[in-house]
């Protein structure tokens, strides 16, 4: 037991709670069952919590309903971990999900029977997450929607620590300045660690038009040394002296005196790039490290009404989106958007001349069709980034994004 209070605490809605203790007293339609789903499953390592919902249920982000057919043996949806054995029982035209089997149709009175060994080897795996880390992990971090004056505010780099180094890698040492009045400065509760990056690209409504945020581009991360300061020094200035007329000149001989005056001059932040995905130069901005947060991926279907519309693919110069691609949509959280939120893709039927017609063709436009599924993982206020789970076609921009069936 002490193995598996270790695991991290995983909220549950009050909604998602509520479904599964109406479906652990009744069950699920056999109806909702996945085609094939199986007899009986033992959870293993790479699983994930929607491969696993999708092998049982028609729907994959009804994975609380999954988990209401045995909440008496799986209190928290989040943890199921690899060796658990699943069963699948059907009775009545109704359908439930257990631990361990059951004797004529009664509900088991105990949970899967393991040795000491094996179930400290259970508890002490990690559980499954709901979908695979590493497709979501780098745009955790990477991505960033801000408006366009934080991020015309946001401080710059200005130099390098080598007249002769234009590009920066890690390992290497730059110079940032904020603005007058917000210059970067290193004092208790103010941050050191910062994400650098690249012109900002506005993500444009394709119905509105309007711009809904502007997406920096992710170049890296860098430490604060020092922070910004001022100097004086001796700075060699030049001027033009008057002069005396030279005989039988009505104008004075053009010359230059130098002299030395001592002038206060801003001393940029001092950065060390601690990571890169592409070479750093100067100009690029530099934002502070947001701070780890939990996110939590139950997928789940929104209980708003949603319509929207994809705004980009995520990646340079990429027009078409496929399976485990990234896109953002132009919903957010002021719209209702969250963590988790499975909506289903829809592919926007072509417009084209019916040419069946005996006389001139008349412009027509042909249904949308559901293509797909994509999850929510990281919303921000006006725009959303999303996963593609399952795809048929690919997805472009200007492609719909509605509640699931």
């Known amino acids: 037991m ?11 809605t009050p909604a998602q709670r509520a479904t599964a203790v109406q479906v652990a007293q009744s069950g699920v339609p056999i109806s909702e069952l996945a085609k094939n789903a199986p007899d009986e499953y033992t959870v293993r390592r790479g699983d994930t919590l929607w491969d696993i919902a999708g092998k049982f ?48 149709g009664a509900a088991p009175t105990e949970t899967i029977r393991v040795s000491p060994r094996n179930r400290v080897e259970m508890l002490a795996a990690d559980p499954l997450p709901t979908l695979k880390p590493h497709l979501i992990e780098p745009f955790l971090t990477e991505p960033l929607v801000v408006d366009d004056d934080t991020f015309q505010r946001a401080p710059r780099i200005v130099a390098t620590s080598s007249e002769r180094r234009v590009l920066l890698s890690k390992g290497d040492r730059a110079y940032a300045r904020g603005p007058a009045d917000a210059p970067v400065l290193m004092a208790p509760g103010l941050p050191t ?7 900002a ?10 711009v809904l945020g502007y997406e920096g581009q992710y170049v890296g991360q860098a430490d604060l040394v020092r922070g910004e300061s001022a100097s004086d020094e001796d700075v060699e200035v030049s001027y033009d002296p008057p002069r005396t007329p030279a005989a039988g000149s009505r104008n004075p001989e053009p010359g230059t005196e130098a002299d030395n005056e001592v002038k206060t001059l801003p001393v940029p932040a001092t950065l060390d790039i601690v990571k890169t995905k592409e070479e750093i130069r100067a100009g690029d901005r530099i934002l502070p ?3 780890r947060e939990f996110r939590s991926y139950v997928p789940h279907a929104p209980d708003i009404p949603v319509n929207a519309r994809v705004v980009s693919v995520y990646g340079d110069a990429v027009r078409y989106a496929g399976q485990n691609q990234v896109v953002v949509i132009n919903k957010g959280l002021r719209d209702g958007i969250e963590n988790g939120h499975v909506l289903a893709l829809q592919s926007t039927g072509r417009q084209m001349l019916d040419k069946t017609q005996k006389e001139r063709g008349e ?13 929510v993982f990281r919303p921000f206020d006006r725009v959303s980034y999303a996963l593609v789970m399952q795809i048929d076609d690919p997805v472009q921009v200007g492609d719909k994004l509605i509640n699931p069936k």
Do not use: C
């Open 201 to 210: 690209k506005p993500l444009v409504d394709p119905v509105s038009g309007e």
């Open 363 to 375: 412009l027509i436009k042909l249904p949308d069709e559901r293509n797909g599924l994509a999850m």
């Open 2 to 12: 002490a193995l598996a209070q270790q695991a991290p605490h995983y909220p549950i």
């Open 57 to 104: 249920l028609r729907s994959p982000w009804r994975w609380p309903q999954l988990w209401g057919m045995n909440m008496a043996a799986i209190h928290n949806p989040h943890l199921i971990y690899p060796g658990q054995h699943l069963y699948l029982e059907r009775q009545g035209g109704r359908a439930w999900l257990r631990t361990a089997r059951s004797t004529d």
């Open 289 to 291: 490290e947001p701070p």
């Open 193 to 199: 660690q910062f994400r650098v990056f690249r012109a």
